[in-house]
């Protein structure tokens, strides 16, 4: 097999170092003030007048000469006569002599003879007159011309983002457009045959799958500053796989694409690169996102990324959206970083720097927990369930748990869920979670759960009943659950019981063995067993499919409906909301169980109440 091997791998340092030196210099664009927003000025902005441009009232009242009012008070007001009234948006057709004031609006133009204004709180008008209750001094309660910004002075200087404070300076000055820097152009191109975009059909037994990269990507380079360009997706095909990326260099500043950069034969990007550009780097010292790639095509820069979309955004995050914002003119984002304590044990591979996502938590005493969210670089919920990353460096074989680590959170605003779930999944419980206010919850089933609770990582968790008799936790609530069969609308099979899969040629689509059902199956399997004086062993070899678990809980109903299996696993709600069939094999009891130290957090302490409060079918302890 034609393969090239990964042999030096650059270090983070080096990666930094090849990638800060491409060409990402972006042009000059002048744009409007209503999309000037966001946008970082090239050059200097003066004014070419004066704002105000013109002596202006700041208050309602009466404009008048200050030395008319000098001694006047309470006691001794002075006695004015009322010669006109003047508005905003009018010029003034009269002018202010001795003895004499004129009627003002707020912004209105000071009249001609007048040097200050008193507002009419400190005023009894009369017929024609008006008694002033206060001295007032030249300038007083007015803005005079080119007091806000004056004709010649420096606006707003080059390097500005420009706010919606900088755009209403703008809009004061009358300037209409605004000379900017480019947003860097960035082409996305995601590579493989098995990428649908979303939106299209996917048929899962050619192996196909939802385009995660260009979208992730797409978002990614908007933050950071830049424009993305999302182009076709590109097979596996050397010639199609290279037009596709020269035709995104010759338009666009940057090309990013994922997927493809390993060193198997049928990854061919780097050989696309090395041949029709200039590769830089094969290869990084990271994980994840070790076969990544640097170089140059058609006079645009290019970052090969992972195809493994937490692989890819770990790479774009720390290398690659730096450079973006530094083309683009923008600063850094707020540091983000936080301390907390590791929750569990987390080991590392030696030689390469990891970069481990986690989710974040609080203990109960207030500290900040950390745990590693890790589901495989091919998981997107991997990037949803967590919080930020902690640095690992090559020469670490593991983090402790109670460690001290430092988090790089993944926006300055992110903090850790008011509660933390873990255990089954199940549709009351999403109903009861869709009430509470920033929840987090990970279906990870009862056997993972269990353990995680007895680590100290959530703050509950949902369990079976066995699983709930063995976690050490106070309980919160409890409710009932219909198990059996979803099969086809109709049940054309006929089926009646589990005996129908032992003895008749049926397939079955069924729960990982870290689910309850899967747990409260194999007893109901070992029963029939039982029954009948054979060997539960044999008895689930009889049955096909029983050996291969599926995570979701409505997975085995879609795999009945997709025509892959007779019968499936599930609830009765599932076959309920698909319009499937069900073969009720039984009841099951949840259990919601706290951590005791947790009780008093504020958001344990809103779910109890919630519970009580609810109509769901779900009883406080």
């Known amino acids: 097999m034609d393969r090239t091997e990964f042999r030096d791998l650059a270090s ?21 003030i209503e999309e000037a927003q966001g946008r970082v000025l090239v050059s200097r902005i003066e004014s070419d007048l004066d704002v105000p441009g013109f002596d202006r009232a700041s208050l309602d009242g009466y404009a008048l000469r200050a030395r008319d009012t000098f001694g006047a008070d309470e006691a001794d007001p002075a006695d004015l006569a009322v010669v006109g009234e003047v508005h905003a948006g009018e010029e003034p057709d009269v002018e202010v002599g001795e003895g004499e004031a004129i009627e003002i609006s707020t912004g209105a133009v000071m009249p001609s003879g007048a040097d200050a204004m008193v507002p009419v709180e400190r005023t009894d008008p009369g017929q024609g ?28 200087g080059p390097g500005t983002r420009l706010s919606a404070r900088e755009v209403g300076l703008l809009s004061a000055i009358g300037e209409s457009e605004v000379p900017v820097r480019a947003r860097p152009r960035v082409g996305i191109v995601s590579t493989g045959e098995e990428l649908v975009r979303p939106g299209g059909e996917v048929d899962s037994s050619r192996g196909e799958i939802y385009d995660v990269n260009s979208y992730t990507i797409a978002a990614g380079v908007s933050e950071a500053g830049g424009d993305p360009v999302l182009y076709r997706h590109a097979g596996d095909d050397r010639e199609e796989l290279e037009g596709v990326l020269r035709e995104a260099a010759g338009e666009c500043d940057l090309v990013l694409s994922s997927g493809s950069t390993s060193a198997s034969a049928v990854d061919v990007v780097y050989r696309v690169i090395e041949e029709r550009g200039e590769l830089l780097l094969h290869g990084a010292a990271i994980k994840p996102g070790k076969p990544m790639l640097v170089g140059e095509l058609g006079g645009a820069a290019y970052v090969g990324l992972p195809g493994y979309p937490v692989s890819a955004m770990t790479i774009f995050r720390v290398f690659v959206a730096p450079k973006l914002r530094e083309a683009a003119g923008l600063p850094e984002p707020a540091t983000a970083t936080v301390e907390g304590r590791m929750a569990v044990e987390e080991r590392s591979e030696e030689g390469r720097l990891r970069l481990v996502s986690v989710g974040l938590v609080e203990g109960g005493d207030g500290d900040r927990l950390v745990y590693p969210v890790d589901k495989g670089s091919g998981a ?11 640095r690992v460096p090559p020469e670490t074989a593991y983090l402790g748990a109670g460690e001290d680590v430092s988090v790089e959170l993944f926006s300055p605003s992110t903090r850790p869920p008011a509660l933390l779930g873990v255990g ?20 990870v089933g009862s056997r993972p759960a269990r353990r995680r609770f007895r680590e100290g990582v959530p703050d509950v968790a ?28 109709g049940n054309p099979a006929e089926l009646e019981g589990l005996s129908d899969l032992v003895e008749r040629d049926l397939r079955l689509a069924t729960r990982s063995t870290d689910a309850s059902l899967r747990a ?11 029954e009948r ?33 007779d019968a499936g696993l599930g609830l009765s709600d599932t076959a309920a909301r698909l319009d499937c069939g069900f073969v009720s094999l039984g009841h099951e009891r ?3 169980v706290a951590d005791p130290d947790r009780r008093a957090k504020s958001g344990v302490a809103e779910l109890e109440a919630t519970i009580r409060e609810s109509d769901l079918p779900i009883e406080p302890a």
């Open 12 to 32: 983070p340092a080096e990666v930094r170092e090849t990638i800060d030196s491409l060409a990402l210099e972006g042009g000059v664009d002048r744009v409007s």
């Open 129 to 156: 007159r008006v008694l002033v209750r206060t001295a007032v001094a030249p300038g007083d309660n007015v803005m005079v011309a080119g007091a806000d910004v004056a004709a010649g002075d420096r606006a707003l």
């Open 380 to 390: 997107t919920t991997s990037l949803a369930d967590a919080d930020g990353v902690v």
């Open 424 to 443: 089954e999944a199940d549709p009351t419980w999403n109903r009861l979670l869709d009430r509470l206010e920033n929840p987090r919850y990970l279906p």
């Open 462 to 489: 949902v369990l079976g009943e066995a699983d709930a008799r063995e976690a050490d936790g106070d309980r919160l609530a409890s409710w009932d659950r219909e198990w059996g069969l979803v099969v086809p609308p």
């Open 520 to 530: 409260a199956l194999d007893d109901r399997l070992e029963a029939v067993a039982d």
């Open 533 to 565: 004086g054979a060997d539960p062993r044999e008895l689930r070899d009889s049955i096909t499919g029983y050996g291969l678990g599926l995570a979701g809980v409505e997975s085995p109903a879609r795999r009945v409906l997709a025509g892959e299996a």
């Open 590 to 592: 949840l259990r919601l």
